[in-house]
C-alpha cells in the first residue's frame, strides 16, 4: 500500500515559521517529482512548490516565493517544506504529493499528480 504522511503543521504567529515533512512508503518515489499544494476553506486546492526527481529543480507559486524552501531527501524517501516569514494567508491544509515524472514542469493541478497524503493543518495568527 502506497502512503505519503505528512507532519509538522501546527499553529504559529505571524512571521513564524514550519516545517512541513512527507514521508512515503509502500515504494519508492526517487524517481518521481514531488510537490506541496495547499487548501483553505471554501477554496479549490493550489499548488505551492515542487521539485524534481534530484532535487536540483524547484518551482513556487509566486506568493510563496523568497519564504518557502521544497527540499527532498531521496535516501529516506522524505520531501519537506520550510516556511519562513509566514502571513495569515498561509493558513490552509497542506498536501504533498507526488507524480510519475521525473520533472514537475508545468504540473501545477491537483490532477497531475497521482499520489497523496492525508493533509496537516497550518494555521498563522495575525
Known amino acids: 500500500q502506497v502512503q505519503l504522511v505528512e507532519s509538522g503543521g501546527g499553529l504559529v504567529q505571524a512571521g513564524g515559521s514550519l516545517r512541513l515533512s512527507c514521508a512515503a512508503s509502500?515504494?519508492?518515489?526517487?524517481?518521481?517529482?514531488k510537490g506541496w499544494f495547499r487548501q483553505a476553506p471554501g477554496k479549490e486546492r493550489e499548488f505551492v512548490a515542487a521539485?524534481?526527481?534530484?532535487?536540483?529543480?524547484?518551482y513556487y507559486t509566486d506568493s510563496v516565493k523568497g519564504r518557502f524552501t521544497i527540499s527532498r531527501d531521496n535516501a529516506n524517501n522524505t520531501v519537506s517544506l520550510q516556511m519562513n516569514s509566514l502571513k495569515p494567508e498561509d493558513t490552509a491544509v497542506y498536501y504533498c504529493?507526488?507524480?510519475?515524472?521525473?520533472?514537475?514542469?508545468?504540473?501545477?493541478?491537483?490532477?497531475?499528480?497521482?499520489?497523496w497524503g492525508q493533509g496537516t493543518q497550518v494555521t498563522v495568527s495575525s
Open positions: 521539485i524534481n526527481w534530484s532535487g536540483g529543480t524547484t
Open positions: 509502500g515504494r519508492t518515489f526517487s524517481t518521481y517529482a
Open positions: 504529493a507526488a507524480t510519475n515524472t521525473a520533472s514537475p514542469m508545468g504540473r501545477t493541478r491537483p490532477s497531475d499528480y497521482g499520489y
